[in-house]
């Protein structure tokens, strides 16, 4: 008798057979519950090593042995007229069958329901007013639209965090550029993050009608995505798939899973979009400045140690000088540097000028790239001859061109039309906003006081109340002064200690005693604010100006366009517009050259050479 045919007859094959699809479930359900409990890779190491070390020691006993009536034996002593390995072999052949069709199971599982394995999205509870509601329409076509929840990172390191956010918004890029398609924003979707809402309520907060989510785990040079599409309405699950690749491929992933998720809703629910509209542009091939670019990318957007994103993103850069959105956000945070620090004049002119450098390098590598227009058009206010209103608008709107869902390059030019006057302008910009990113707290607040302005107070209020509710922004002077001209004194002297706590020298007596008494001469307040204002190593944005106001320190105001000097135009400022300091601000802020250009706004008009505003 042949070796082959002994070894059949024995059943050496069969046991190999039935061990290594045995062992090949075990991997697999191993994998899903290092994933699910987070268990470190060297349990999986461990488990591989020793299912391997056991295939040869299986092999001899099944050699060695056999199973008999009486119990295991010694082949060679087993008479072979009383053996059963005829037997013994068919139930081998069911055992070996059924460990296939379990394995066979439990990799569906795993490929076609991973989200028995993603943790919930987190969800915002909190109740928005009827007015706020209403500013955020729906899609005409509510089943065209969809929200990208922030992936789950499955990797070992908490701190490959910023890549899965990254993935998911690199997604989230590529489908709000498919005609037809409404992509609910980053800063709303991922405002979802850490509770256990339901799909179907997060779908009712984002006003969409499908959710995209996913896991990534990368280990060394390896990435494993998995992402699932889901019609919120059901709760069914119209597409899923898992997707592991070497690193290197990480935009030809992005492309796969953007195309499909297109397709999928086409056929699943006959919408009339296209996949071949969905393209990824590999703009670096080298995969540390990529990764580079993620991690600081997700620090710029969340406004977080400005210092270590410019670290990561000049890294980026000179890794890959070639990258362009690299240097653009590289150009965003040198420009978001002088408002969240606390820098001297000097340092404020160099970190513009770096900005200018990077945004005129990313627009030479690829012009089409709406953010850098954006931040170009902001350095408008810091030309050496003045403001330059109309070019700042202009670049605005082509980085609107460019990309018409760039919800900040929207808040940007509201800012820029509140600070000139043209508030009805201003409040369609920001509304636009919104309706593009719900969450966008600067959009809304900025919204308020255009409201506030108009004289809409009611509509302010509403959308001060979510904005107070973020926790995001401290105390707003303009809304401290309304109230205290609403004659509500608790609840100003309320809202007002708060910069108690920012400051806790704040010269508030002489604050109060302006706003609630502003008919009144307050010049014995001065020394005391001057003081106060002196001794601050930053200049308090939007406090100074109100505390000069309010005790009728108008000689000392001085124009600032390091931020918005939407301050103007609010109610109760109405005697410094008709005082001759008005006229020093708007020249020194550049304003009258676009208004001769483009006509006064409203409430104002031109009387020889000065300007008078209501």
Request: aromatic share 8%; charged share 25%.
């Amino acid at each position: 008798m042949s070796l082959f045919a002994e070894l059949k007859r024995r059943n050496v094959v069969r046991v190999a057979i039935a061990y290594a699809v045995a062992a090949w479930l075990l991997v697999q359900v191993g994998d899903i519950a290092r994933e699910s409990f987070e268990a470190p890779a060297w349990i999986m190491k461990m488990l591989i090593t020793a299912l391997i070390a056991g295939f040869p020691i299986v092999v001899f006993f099944s050699w060695a042995f056999e199973i008999t009536p009486e119990g295991i034996k010694r082949e060679k002593d087993v008479d072979r007229s009383q053996s059963i390995t005829a037997e013994t072999g068919q139930k081998l052949n069911y055992i070996t069958i059924a460990l296939l069709v379990l394995a066979i199971t439990v990799v569906g599982i795993d490929r076609y329901l991973p989200q028995a394995r993603l943790p919930a999205a987190a969800v915002s509870t909190e109740a928005e007013p009827a007015a706020q509601k209403s500013a955020q329409p729906a899609p005409s076509d509510n089943r065209n639209s969809i929200a990208v929840l922030p992936f789950v990172n499955m990797s070992e390191d908490p701190a490959q965090e910023y890549f899965s956010d990254g993935i998911a918004e690199e997604l989230l890029n590529l489908l709000v550029k498919v005609d037809g398609l409404h992509v609910a924003s980053r800063t709303s979707s991922f405002a979802f993050k850490g509770s256990s809402a339901s799909i179907p309520d997060i779908a009712s907060q984002l006003k969409v009608t499908n959710v995209l989510e996913g896991s990534v785990r990368k280990a060394g040079n390896r990435v494993r995505i998995t992402a699932q599409l889901i019609d919120a309405t059901n709760d069914r699950h119209l597409w899923s798939e898992s997707y592991d690749r070497e690193l290197d491929d990480i935009f030809a992933i992005q492309n796969e899973i953007a195309s499909a998720i297109v397709t999928a809703l086409a056929s699943e629910l006959g919408l009339d979009l296209d996949a071949a509209e969905v393209s990824v542009e590999a703009d670096t091939r080298n995969m540390d400045a990529y990764e580079l670019f993620l991690q600081g990318r997700a620090l710029v957007i969340d406004r977080q140690d400005l210092p270590r994103a410019m670290d990561l993103l000049e890294r980026a850069t000179q890794l890959d000088p070639d990258f362009a959105r690299a240097w653009s956000m590289l150009g965003m945070a040198y420009y978001l540097v002088p408002s969240w620090s606390t820098l001297s004049p000097a340092e404020d002119a160099s970190f513009f000028a770096r900005t200018e450098q990077a945004i005129d390098r990313a627009l030479e590598l690829d012009p089409r790239q709406s953010l850098s227009w954006a931040v170009k058009a902001m350095l408008k206010q810091y030309e050496s001859e003045g403001a330059d209103w109309e070019a700042a608008l202009e670049l605005t709107d082509k980085a609107l061109e460019l990309d018409p869902s760039n919800a900040t390059a929207w808040l940007w030019s509201g800012l820029r039309y509140t600070e000139l006057g043209f508030h009805e302008q201003a409040r369609k910009q920001l509304m636009r906003c919104l309706e593009i990113d719900p969450a966008y707290i600067n959009c809304r607040r900025h919204l308020s006081r255009v409201l506030l302005i108009q004289g809409d107070t009611q509509a302010a209020v509403d959308q001060y109340v979510v904005i107070a509710r973020s926790r995001l922004i401290a105390t707003d002077t303009a809304f401290v002064e309304f109230v205290f001209r609403e004659g509500n004194q608790l609840a100003g002297l309320i809202a007002a200690n708060y910069l108690r706590l920012l400051y806790p020298d704040f010269p508030m007596d002489e604050w109060v005693a302006g706003l609630e008494r502003p008919e009144q001469d307050h010049t014995a307040s001065l020394p005391r604010v001057l003081d106060w204002l002196e001794n601050k190593q930053e200049k308090p944005i939007g406090i100074t100006e109100s505390l000069l106001l309010a005790i009728g320190a108008y000689d000392r105001i001085e124009a600032d366009l390091s931020y918005v000097n939407n301050w103007i135009w609010l109610p109760g400022n109405e005697r410094f517009r008709r005082s001759p300091h008005f006229q020093r601000v708007i020249r020194d802020l550049n304003m009258p050259a676009y208004w001769d250009e483009h006509g006064l706004p409203p409430g104002c008009e031109k009387a020889a050479e000065e300007y008078r505003c209501e």
